[in-house]
């Protein structure tokens, strides 16, 4: 059944790449619940994935599965081929597969550079590359969003290699809206702020404190507040955005830092 509070995406396909992860899996929730066809994309939790086919099929919707590895050129096209071979068509794609290791500037190799760009901004960019192609040749064209992070406007320590993944998809969506523009595709950026998980209160309560206080909502955002976001940029109601960062962080970013 359809959530009536989300603009309806009926008859259109969807593709969330990381769609096993928490927050990956709220965001295809959200998709299933606007009435879009969904492709789960996984690597390596491939029962998670099915769990969550399973659970969009009981609740009325329509999954499917499809594994690949994003840090191979080929395996995106794959995803893509196969995501679009399903149903005849692909309307929105998500890129949200990625990585956020913690490490120190000092001491980190070249080598832990390119291995986090290659997972976070470089599949993107293949996965992109690929549906834009889909999108531009079929009526209505697509959309595609991808999942950055507050983290590309405001560093933290220990993250310079995935503030600085996260700062590049935000440029790159930009890039991309204004060379996929013509051919019927919108390119948007969405920059969650912190998203909760079940135990982060207890293995990180002093920095779960300085967010509530921070944050004018008071709360941890909620996976489906992302998902949310995505449904409204795939969705009619957003045809004429694209090249945009939508900030989705409880308005912590409101906040004067001085």
């Not at 597969?97 to 000092?106: S, Y």
């Not at 004429?240 to 308005?251: C, E, F, N």
Request: hydrophobic share 45%; aromatic share 4%; with cysteine.
């Amino acid at each position: 059944m359809t959530d009536p509070e989300l603009p309806s995406l009926e008859g259109r396909v969807a593709l969330v790449t990381g769609a096993s992860g928490l927050l990956g899996g709220g965001i295809a929730r959200r998709f299933a619940a606007a009435g879009a066809a969904v492709v789960l994309h996984c690597r390596e939790q491939g029962e998670r994935a099915r769990e969550l086919a399973e659970e969009i099929g009981e609740a009325g919707g329509d999954a499917l599965v499809v594994a690949a590895d994003l840090r191979e050129e080929d395996e995106c096209r794959r995803l893509i081929g196969a995501a679009r071979d399903w149903r005849g068509r692909l309307d929105a794609l998500v890129n949200n597969a990625g990585v956020q290791p913690v490490q120190p500037l000092p001491g980190m190799t070249a080598a832990d550079w390119r291995e986090l760009q290659e997972a976070n901004v470089t599949s993107a960019f293949a996965c992109t590359q690929a549906a834009a192609e889909v999108m531009g040749a079929q009526d209505g064209g697509g959309s595609v969003t991808q999942i950055a992070s507050i983290e590309g406007h405001q560093p933290a320590p220990g993250h310079a290699h995935y503030a600085s993944s996260k700062a590049a998809l935000i440029m790159f969506a930009r890039a991309a809206a204004v060379e996929y523009g013509a051919a019927g595709v919108r390119v948007n950026s969405v920059s969650p702020g912190l998203i909760g998980r079940p135990g982060l209160a207890e293995d990180w309560p002093e920095g779960v404190e300085r967010w509530g206080r921070a944050a004018p909502l008071s709360r941890l955002g909620r996976a489906e507040d992302v998902g949310s976001a995505c449904v409204f940029l795939a969705s009619p109601a957003a045809s004429w955005i694209t090249g945009v960062d939508l900030v989705v962080d409880g308005g912590v970013s409101a906040r004067p830092t001085w």
